[in-house]
T-cell receptor, first 110, second 115 residues
Framework: RKEVEQDPGPFNVPEGATVAFNCTYS??????FFWYRQDCRKEPKLLMS???SGNEDGRFTAQLNRASQYISLLIRDSKLSDSATYLC???????????FGAGTQVVVTP | NAGVTQTPKFQVLKTGQSMTLQCAQD?????MYWYRQDPGMGLRLIYY???????DKGEVPNGYNVSRLNKREFSLRLESAAPSQTSVYFC??????????????FGPGTRLTVL
């Protein structure tokens, strides 16, 4: 079993719609959770950290469910510029090493 | 600030050739990392350096060596390239002293093809 699993998609979303997707992680000792965004053939960039109580950053909402070991990302009012691959990232140990999921592709269409 | 820079951007090697991928950061970060990204597999850690003067193996270190030349620079060397090392290589660095919530900042990547 992969340490971090994601639905690869693609999730095809009409502009203005809402899209949500999850990722599951296997290490119950993980303490830090992130969503990174990766555009085609570019480097990953931090989108947002995920906190235990859930958190929002503009149109993006992240949730953490420790009991079921999954995190989620919801994008409201999707923009064409939201088209990207979203990487679920979980810390592996206290030294800050990270485990990356393979990514969920989101395609926003006009 | 340039952030994290990597050279070269593209490289084609023949099996058995060697090369060094260069990475530098100007953010005064202590920790630096080398990853490879293959289709459908996510980023996998090759080597990391928690601080200047230290290096440790990650998930997939075989066939690679690293050097933390100074606080700014962390290089990755392929001694005898193999087709299985065809991949996109990313260097990253992270904020000092933030513990497990360190954000990693990535360079633009090196696209390596081994024939």
């Amino acid at each position: 079993r992969k340490e971090v699993e994601q639905d690869p998609g693609p999730f095809n979303v009409p502009e203005g719609a809402t899209v949500a997707f999850n990722c599951t992680y296997s290490n119950s000792a993980s303490q830090s959770f992130f969503w990174y965004r990766q555009d085609c053939r570019k480097e990953p960039k931090l989108l947002m950290s995920v906190y235990s109580s859930g958190n929002e950053d503009g149109r993006f909402t992240a949730q953490l469910n420790r009991a079921s070991q999954y995190i989620s990302l919801l994008i409201r009012d999707s923009k064409l510029s939201d088209s990207a691959t979203y990487l679920c990232v979980v810390n592996r140990d206290s030294w800050g090493k990270l485990q990356f999921g393979a990514g969920t592709q989101v395609v926003v269409t006009p | 600030n340039a952030g994290v820079t990597q050279t070269p951007k593209f490289q084609v090697l023949k099996t058995g050739q060697s090369m060094t991928l260069q990475c530098a950061q100007d953010m005064n970060h202590n920790s630096m990392y080398w990853y490879r990204q293959d289709p459908g597999m996510g980023l996998r850690l090759i080597y990391y350096s928690a601080s200047e003067g230290t290096t440790d193996k990650g998930e997939v270190p075989n066939g690679y060596n690293v050097s933390r030349l100074n606080k700014r620079e962390f290089s990755l060397r392929l001694e005898s390239a193999a087709p299985s090392q065809t991949s996109v290589y990313f260097c990253a660095s992270s904020l000092p002293g933030q513990g497990v919530r360190d954000t990693q900042y990535f360079g633009p990547g090196t696209r390596l093809t081994v024939l």
